[in-house]
């Protein structure tokens, strides 16, 4: 009876009867001895985050500026607006979630790579929202500060499972940092095709294959936290979905890329010129530790476990979606990084323990270099028009 409520409240169809079945799910509590750390796993930590550093600095050389270490180039910046549902059950009712309420928001569409590339080598894509006005103890190194970063990708599930197969990949990608363009290109349109010509160009390892993506809209994905969080007394991943129909109609959507080194970017501005963009922010629980495993962030937790259940709702209106000013303050004043945020929404298990250092490090590079101040805004009113 108690998951039918959450299923009404959250508008879930209920006449599916693949949801039916579970109707006491046991939703795993949060502990601290639910993170298991690897005895190895902090000088894995230490060296992802000097070999991370490291890309930006080659990177920076080439460009005379320095970029994030990873998902450098952007495509979308926006102001938005969280809308927090109102009465919300128990389990949902955590952390930023707690009551219903509105917050402001500021996104960033980005693509993987370090370095700023044509938009025809087409590569996975992340989205970092970043909610101000948010009140409540925060994480340690967040503390006075009143924002929580929600930072996703278009994937359910992370590539690499731990720290040590992300290491693994990420020396390939230091080796490959300064191939030319169009070896990048090749690799990534044979990602997109064949396995076979991959291995015909003689690259090493799935790092590279991970520059293949379909050329498609980036507006018409669905985003993931792939790792999981602390739910205030429970444990979930999280996910933002396209809601208006504007949006679903450009799932799978091919754009042009061939038209310009921006095509991503251009398709983004050109919507908000006059479209509204509506996304549900959606929540799915952990309901067993060993399917939907908190240390391993390559399992996908399964859905007819635990469906994702919509706690939010996410409204960007029409506006100038790359404004000059805009990209100055977003790309180079702020950083989204999952360890911004409430102690209630602690990054959870290795990969995300692994994330702390390396994006500390990343941004100290950059804003070092750049001649630029971190800083977190208190109010949306930072985020110029
Ligand atoms: C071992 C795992 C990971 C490491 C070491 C890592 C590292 C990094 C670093 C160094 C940055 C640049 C930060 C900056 O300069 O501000 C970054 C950005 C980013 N990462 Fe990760 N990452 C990891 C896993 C993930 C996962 C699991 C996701 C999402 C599900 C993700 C999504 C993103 C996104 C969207 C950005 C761009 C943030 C922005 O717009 O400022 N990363 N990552």
């Given at each position: 009876?108690?998951?039918?409520?959450?299923?009404?409240?959250?508008?879930?169809?209920?006449?599916?009867?693949?949801?039916?079945?579970?109707?006491?799910?046991?939703?795993?509590?949060?502990?601290?001895?639910?993170?298991?750390p690897k005895?190895e796993e902090?000088q894995q930590f230490?060296e992802i985050a000097?070999r991370m550093?490291?890309?930006?600095?080659?990177?920076?050389?080439?460009?005379?500026?320095?970029?994030?270490?990873v998902?450098?180039?952007?495509?979308?910046?926006?102001?938005?607006?969280?809308?927090?549902?109102?009465?919300?059950?128990?389990?949902?009712?955590?952390?930023?979630?707690?009551?219903?309420?509105?917050?402001?928001?500021?996104?960033?569409?980005?693509?993987?790579?370090?370095?700023?590339?044509?938009?025809?080598?087409?590569?996975?894509?992340?989205?970092?929202?970043?909610?101000?006005?948010?009140?409540?103890?925060?994480?340690?190194?967040?503390?006075?500060?009143?924002?929580?970063?929600?930072?996703?990708v278009?994937g359910?599930a992370f590539p690499s499972p731990d720290s040590a197969a992300f290491l693994e990949g990420i020396r390939t990608l230091e080796?490959?940092?300064?191939?030319?363009?169009?070896?990048?290109?090749?690799?990534?349109?044979?990602?997109?095709?064949?396995?076979?010509?991959?291995?015909?160009?003689?690259?090493e390892s799935a790092a590279l294959k991970g520059?293949?993506?379909?050329?498609?809209?980036?507006?018409?994905?669905?985003?993931?936290?792939a790792a999981?969080?602390?739910?205030?007394?429970?444990?979930?991943?999280?996910?933002?979905?396209?809601?208006?129909?504007?949006?679903?109609?450009?799932?799978?959507?091919?754009?042009?890329?061939?038209?310009?080194?921006?095509?991503?970017?251009?398709?983004?501005?050109?919507?908000?010129?006059?479209?509204?963009?509506?996304?549900?922010?959606?929540?799915?629980?952990?309901?067993?530790?060993?399917?939907?495993p908190?240390e391993d962030a390559s399992v996908?937790?399964?859905?007819?476990?635990?469906?994702?259940?919509?706690?939010?709702?996410?409204?960007?209106?029409?506006?100038?979606?790359?404004?000059?000013?805009?990209?100055?303050?977003?790309?180079?004043?702020?950083?989204?990084?999952?360890?911004?945020?409430?102690?209630?929404?602690?990054?959870?298990g290795n990969i995300m323990r692994a994330r702390?250092?390396a994006?500390?490090?990343?941004?100290?590079?950059?804003?070092?270099?750049?001649?630029?101040?971190?800083?977190?805004?208190?109010?949306?009113?930072?985020?110029?028009?």
């Open positions: 009876m108690f998951f039918l409520k959450i299923l009404q409240i959250t508008g879930f169809p209920l006449t599916n009867s693949k949801w039916l079945h579970m109707s006491d799910p046991r939703y795993c509590h949060y502990s601290e001895t639910i993170e298991v005895p902090e230490a000097s550093k490291n890309i930006s600095s080659l990177m920076s050389d080439r460009a005379r500026h320095a970029a994030r270490s998902h450098a180039k952007s495509h979308g910046l926006l102001r938005a607006e969280l809308t927090v549902l109102d009465g919300l059950p128990e389990p949902l009712a955590q952390g930023i979630f707690q009551h219903g309420g509105i917050y402001p928001a500021i996104m960033r569409f980005s693509t993987v790579p370090g370095d700023i590339l044509p938009d025809s080598i087409s590569t996975p894509r992340g989205l970092g929202i970043k909610v101000i006005g948010v009140e409540g103890p925060m994480l340690k190194d967040h503390q006075g500060e009143v924002t929580q970063d929600l930072v996703m278009n359910k080796k490959h940092v300064n191939d030319s363009e169009a070896f990048k290109q090749i690799v990534s349109t044979a990602a997109r095709t064949a396995e076979t010509v991959l291995e015909a160009v003689g690259t520059f293949g993506h379909p050329q498609t809209n980036i507006l018409g994905e669905t985003f993931f936290t999981p969080l602390r739910y205030g007394n429970y444990m979930a991943k999280l996910c933002l979905e396209p809601a208006s129909q504007n949006l679903k109609d450009l799932k799978d959507k091919t754009i042009d890329t061939g038209s310009g080194h921006s095509a991503l970017r251009d398709a983004v501005v050109e919507f908000f010129k006059t479209g509204e963009a509506v996304w549900d922010l959606k929540v799915q629980l952990c309901v067993d530790p060993e399917t939907m908190i996908p937790w399964p859905e007819e476990l635990s469906p994702y259940l919509t706690v939010g709702r996410l409204v960007a209106p029409p506006q100038d979606a790359y404004s000059a000013a805009r990209r100055l303050y977003v790309d180079e004043i702020l950083s989204f990084n999952p360890w911004h945020g409430l102690e209630a929404h602690r990054p959870l702390k250092q994006y500390a490090a990343s941004s100290q590079f950059r804003h070092e270099t750049n001649g630029r101040q971190i800083s977190e805004p208190r109010s949306i009113e930072e985020l110029p028009a």
